[in-house]
């Protein structure tokens, strides 16, 4: 979808050029106690950042729940084919985020947004991951109530962020091999919705693909073991019934 960024590490810029930096973040830092010793995060749940945001990257273990909530397709032209959860009809509206930045009830909030402000990036040798924060994130204060060092030492929330951003990079490297793996098969397709509100009102989601049921109807018995052995059959058929999700998705939008 044309919104969406699969990337999950933020780039360091080329020299003399611009970077090109994954979906919300504008101003990523390493954390560093002699530059961020004095700063603080609001942990309290507010997801405003994404309010103007209709499609997020996930995982492929998430499927398994995001199936129940949202329709789950694949960005256009990348390589292995990126998974995205779709939050909204239009492109500048999450349907699942209110005025106040809370996340529809009982519903399933993607790991790519939890994460936000942090992120891990490679440092400037390229060698090894820093843990990073959005310096542009308004959850980034030095009134926050959560400090990010207690003198030169991380606090817990730091260390939970660390290893929350370390599992969602290993997530996101088993995710693209299953892709590539389902890639391999030719199971993916090129798709567009095209959905008619109640006033009439039609609207078009265009540039994804999704994985066509009748080509995996007709893979070999050899085909189908193989990517049984991978672990890749729950991935296609989560994604097969969230497709049951854009009814949900023309209803919020028509309310």
Same mark, same amino acid.
């Given at each position: 979808?044309?919104?969406?960024?699969?990337?999950?590490?933020?780039?360091?810029? /080329?020299?003399?050029?611009?970077?090109?930096?994954?979906?919300?973040?504008?101003?990523?830092?390493?954390?560093? /106690?002699?530059?961020?010793?004095?700063?603080?995060?609001?942990?309290?749940?507010? @997801?405003?950042?994404?309010?103007?945001?209709?499609?997020?990257?996930?995982?492929?273990? %998430?499927?398994?729940?995001?199936? *129940?909530? @949202?329709?789950?397709? =694949? #960005?256009?032209?990348?390589?292995?084919?990126? !998974?995205?959860?779709?939050?909204?009809?239009?492109?500048?509206?999450?349907?699942?985020?209110? !005025?106040?930045?809370?996340?529809?009830?009982?519903?399933?909030?993607?790991?790519?947004?939890? +994460?936000?402000?942090?992120?891990?990036? +490679?440092?400037?040798? /390229?060698?090894? =991951?820093?843990?990073?924060?959005?310096?542009?994130?308004?959850?980034? *204060? !030095?009134?926050?109530?959560? +400090?990010?060092?207690?003198?030169? %030492?991380?606090?817990? !929330?730091?260390?939970? #962020?660390?290893?929350?951003? #370390?599992?969602?990079?290993? &997530?996101?490297?088993?995710? &693209?091999?299953?892709?590539?793996?389902? #890639?391999?098969?030719?199971?993916?397709?090129?798709?567009?919705?095209?959905?008619?509100?109640?006033?009439? %009102?039609?609207?078009?989601?265009?540039?994804?693909?999704?994985?066509? %049921?009748?080509?995996?109807?007709?893979?070999?018995?050899?085909?189908?073991?193989?990517?049984?052995?991978?672990?890749?059959?729950?991935?296609? @058929?989560?994604?097969?019934?969230?497709?049951?999700?854009?009814?949900?998705?023309?209803? +919020?939008? /028509?309310?």
């Amino acid at each position: 979808m044309t919104s969406t960024q699969a990337d999950t590490d933020t780039p360091r810029p /080329a020299p003399g050029g611009p970077s090109t930096l994954p979906l919300f973040y504008s101003r990523p830092e390493a954390l560093r /106690a002699d530059r961020h010793g004095e700063l603080g995060i609001d942990l309290s749940p507010d @997801y405003r950042f994404a309010a103007k945001t209709h499609a997020v990257p996930l995982n492929a273990i %998430e499927f398994g729940i995001a199936a *129940r909530h @949202y329709p789950i397709v =694949f #960005a256009a032209g990348t390589n292995p084919p990126a !998974a995205v959860a779709v939050l909204g009809l239009r492109q500048d509206r999450n349907l699942f985020v209110d !005025a106040d930045g809370a996340w529809a009830a009982d519903t399933y909030v993607p790991s790519y947004i939890r +994460r936000y402000p942090f992120i891990l990036a +490679r440092n400037d040798e /390229a060698s090894e =991951f820093a843990l990073c924060v959005d310096r542009a994130s308004d959850k980034v *204060r !030095a009134d926050g109530e959560t +400090r990010f060092f207690d003198g030169v %030492e991380p606090t817990d !929330a730091v260390r939970k #962020a660390l290893d929350f951003c #370390a599992a969602f990079q290993r &997530e996101t490297r088993e995710s &693209e091999a299953l892709m590539r793996k389902i #890639a391999e098969h030719d199971l993916f397709a090129p798709n567009a919705g095209r959905f008619t509100l109640p006033d009439g %009102e039609v609207l078009n989601v265009n540039d994804f693909s999704i994985i066509d %049921e009748a080509r995996v109807n007709a893979l070999s018995d050899e085909a189908f073991l193989d990517l049984r052995k991978a672990g890749a059959l729950p991935v296609i @058929y989560a994604h097969l019934w969230s497709m049951r999700n854009w009814a949900d998705l023309v209803r +919020r939008t /028509a309310g």
